[in-house]
């Protein structure tokens, strides 16, 4: 976590989806300002009796020269 913190992380959120099973996804762009990485993450979150019961997480690192095959940025 020090390590994380230490290369001045910018997080941006780009969409929040919620839905009815007490289940959350949130999109997000991190850029590292220290290094100039930029990753785009999703955190998903399950929660149970207003409590966070589970959570994972996905992350595409250093996407800033990835192209898709449709030519549309990742999130």
């Given amino acids: 976590t ?3 913190f230490g290369l ?3 997080m941006e959120i780009v969409k929040i989806f919620a839905n009815d099973d007490d289940e959350v996804a949130v999109f997000f762009k991190c850029t590292c300002r220290a290094n100039g990485m930029v990753n785009k993450v999703v955190d998903i979150y399950r ?3 207003g409590l966070l019961a589970e959570h994972w997480d996905v992350v595409e690192h250093d996407i800033g020269n990835v192209q898709t095959a449709n030519g549309r940025p990742l999130f």
């Fill in 2 to 4: 020090e390590f994380f």
């Fill in 8 to 10: 001045d992380p910018e």
């Fill in 47 to 49: 929660l149970q009796d």
